[in-house]
């Protein structure tokens, strides 16, 4: 009598172990699924804010509007590599500048004076003096005076 109370009441145990169990899934199923759909919600808000963001610096449609500015095209290495078409053409093209600054009436009266005049018109003006070198605590290096060698012999004094 005994052992059939046992039975079924360790029956009983598993029963309610088997019930806990399949109560601690279905919670953690709940909790899984409602992580899952936080995070697509946080997803999908996420995305709206980029976009609205993209919209807000979306300035093409004032392009329109605007003038045309052709900015000043850089020169790259691969512009400055001759090729024979290209050295060839700038032989010519220098050759000619050549001619018509030899033909220059101002040229022919005083070529350095031609000189000067263009390069004074065509670079910039550098009147500023070169600035001193300074040590490293930003005093200015003092050096030490050097002698000047003497006209004659000298004599030690002890």
């Not at 601690?24 to 804010?49: C, E, G, H, P, W």
Request: charged share 35%; proline share 5%; no cysteine.
């Amino acid at each position: 009598m005994g052992s059939t109370n046992l039975r079924t009441k360790s029956s009983e145990d598993t029963n309610r172990r088997f019930e806990k169990k399949l109560q601690f899934y279905a919670k953690v199923k709940d909790t899984v699924a409602s992580l899952s759909a936080r995070k697509a919600i946080n997803k999908k808000k996420r995305i709206r804010r980029r976009q609205k963001r993209s919209k807000a610096y979306n300035l093409s449609s004032l392009s329109e509007f605007l003038p045309e500015l052709k900015a000043p095209r850089q020169q790259t290495a691969a512009d400055l590599k001759l090729n024979g078409k290209s050295r060839q053409k700038l032989v010519l093209h220098e050759g000619k500048q050549l001619k018509t600054v030899l033909s220059h009436p101002e040229f022919q009266k005083d070529p350095m004076a031609a000189i000067r005049q263009h390069l004074e018109s065509t670079q910039p003006v550098m009147d500023e003096k070169p600035e001193k070198r300074r040590s490293r605590t930003g005093k200015k290096k003092v050096r030490g005076m050097k002698q000047k060698p003497s006209s004659g012999p000298q004599t030690m004094d002890l």
